[in-house]
């Protein structure tokens, strides 16, 4: 039984930290200095089960879509930030380089 708190304690610990690391919005604007295509994938993990008092390593394979990135920078206060966005085909094909995003 405490085997199964600590891993739930884990799981929830670790689900926290991923939600807070999107908490700053940082720039919404700038000027686009990369772009990335990633091509749909599939991937394989080995998730952990228990069944009774077992511990089995089950697979779970996992669809990620197409994506089209667009990469910007802007200075604010006298810093250079970036951020990047999934955008749509179309925003991805229409912007280039050098270009403002939005």
Excluded: W
């Excluded at 690391?21 to 599939?42: F, L, N, T, V, W």
């Excluded at 993990?45 to 511990?55: A, C, D, L, S």
């Amino acid at each position: 039984m405490n085997f199964k708190k600590t891993l739930l304690g884990m799981v929830l610990t670790g689900a926290m930290a991923l939600g807070m690391a999107g908490c700053e919005k940082g720039i919404q604007q700038g000027r686009i200095y990369d772009k990335e295509y990633h091509p749909s994938s599939m991937t394989m993990i080995m998730q952990p089960m228990i069944i009774g008092e077992v511990i089995a390593l089950m697979p779970m394979m996992t669809s990620h879509p197409e994506r089209y990135v667009v990469k910007i920078e802007a200075e604010v206060n006298g810093k250079k930030q970036t951020n990047y966005f999934s955008v749509s085909k179309d925003i991805y094909e229409t912007k280039q380089v050098g270009d403002n995003y939005p």
